[in-house]
């Protein structure tokens, strides 16, 4: 199993501020997705990276996945209440081809 | 669509007793899901089915623990017996296509094991 780390593992925040949470592992995958879990539910797909430096972008959100596929970084500006979860990086082992890895996931509150 | 659906959202059992979480994919789906998130260890993968045929059981943490599926729509994880340290929320998911698609998560059970 490959190890995903994230960081920060908490971070809280007042609306209009900017933050980078960021997702690390000391192996490549083929693909990597962020997802945003809310309290009582179940975690719901962001964004799908595949290409290394690739840049992606969901309104205020910008994701990057690392030139060699190892580590992602997920920017949101001006951030909002709604924006509020648990924000989970998840890697497709490129070995293997199929074993989805979850990071713990950084825990982002955002207050008016 | 539904969505994925799971039963029961809560569950509170004494130490020893069975558990049965069931899950209902999405019409369609060929792979279905079972994580289980806590505070510790966060979302691990436990097992996963593909056109009801368990591919990789590799995380199911030991014996005790089983899952099947019998049809296309519809898959059971049950913890026999049942201690403390099972507590957690269990997650079931489905795909249309492999791991690395995206994966649509029902909305869990929390069980509490006492």
């Known amino acids: 199993t490959q190890l995903l780390e994230q960081s920060p593992q908490f971070l809280s925040i007042q609306e209009g501020e900017n933050l980078t949470v960021y997702c690390n592992s000391s192996s490549v995958f083929s693909s990597l997705q962020w997802y945003r879990q809310e309290p009582g539910e179940g975690p719901v797909l962001l964004v799908t990276?595949?290409?290394?430096?690739e840049v992606k972008k969901l309104k205020r959100l910008t994701f990057q996945f690392g030139d060699a596929r190892k580590d992602s970084s997920l920017h949101i500006t001006a951030a909002q209440p709604g924006d509020t979860g648990l924000y989970l990086c998840?890697?497709?082992?490129?070995?293997?081809?199929?074993?989805?890895?979850f990071g713990k996931g950084t825990s982002l509150l955002v207050t008016p | 669509d539904a969505g994925v659906i799971q039963s029961p959202r809560h569950e509170v059992t004494e130490m020893g007793q069975e558990v049965t979480l069931r899950c209902k994919p999405i019409?369609?789906?060929?792979?279905l899901f079972w994580y289980r998130q806590t505070m510790m260890r966060g979302l691990e993968l436990l097992i996963y089915?593909?056109?009801?045929?368990?591919?990789?059981d590799s995380g199911m943490p030991e014996d005790r623990f089983s899952a099947k599926m019998p049809n296309a729509s519809f898959s059971t994880l049950k913890i026999q017996p049942s201690e403390p340290r099972d507590s957690a929320v269990y997650f079931c998911a489905s795909s249309l296509a492999g791991p690395g698609e995206t994966q649509y998560f029902g909305p869990g059970t929390r069980l509490l094991v006492l």
């Open positions: 019409s369609g789906h060929d792979y």
């Open positions: 998840a890697g497709v082992d490129s070995n293997s081809g199929y074993a989805l890895n």
């Open positions: 089915f593909n056109n009801n045929v368990p591919i990789d």
């Open positions: 990276v595949v290409t290394g430096g």
